[in-house]
């Protein structure tokens, strides 16, 4: 079981960066590969970043790829997503979650294959 709290939301205007944290309880939390998602108003939750139990692999949506920056820390239990150049169009709630079994990143862009989420944090872009 792991437990998934996001922080780090905000208002920001457009071209402006926002650093999104997620927290997470237990001690394997190494064993889970990470990702993030975000969910607009109407729409349903897109895939935005990967990254592989060690942080060694990330793989990226295209909308977000040169802007945004997946990593961890798993002596914290944290994974991070570094948004940067950020347009009014990434205004959305975001989630991180976790997934224990996989064997690409390029696989898992789905959310009904994360096995674990957080509640979300609210990102806002104004234009």
């Known amino acids: 079981q792991v437990q998934l709290v996001e922080s780090g939301g905000g208002l920001v205007q457009a071209g402006g960066s926002l650093r999104l944290s997620c927290a997470a309880s237990g001690r394997t939390f190494s064993s889970y590969a990470m990702g993030w998602f975000r969910q607009a108003p109407g729409q349903e939750r897109e895939f935005e970043a990967a990254?592989?139990?060690?942080?060694?692999?990330?793989y990226y949506a295209d909308s977000v790829k040169g802007r945004f920056t997946i990593s961890r820390d798993n002596a914290k239990n944290t994974v991070y997503l570094q948004m940067n150049s950020l347009k009014p169009e990434d205004t959305a709630v975001y989630y991180c979650?976790?997934?224990?079994?996989?064997?690409?990143?390029?696989?898992?862009?789905?959310?009904?294959?994360?096995?674990?989420w957080g509640q979300g944090t609210q990102v806002t872009v104004s234009s």
């Open positions: 979650a976790a997934l224990r079994r996989y064997n690409l990143l390029t696989e898992v862009t789905s959310y009904y294959e994360y096995d674990y």
């Open positions: 990254i592989s139990l060690s942080g060694g692999s990330t």
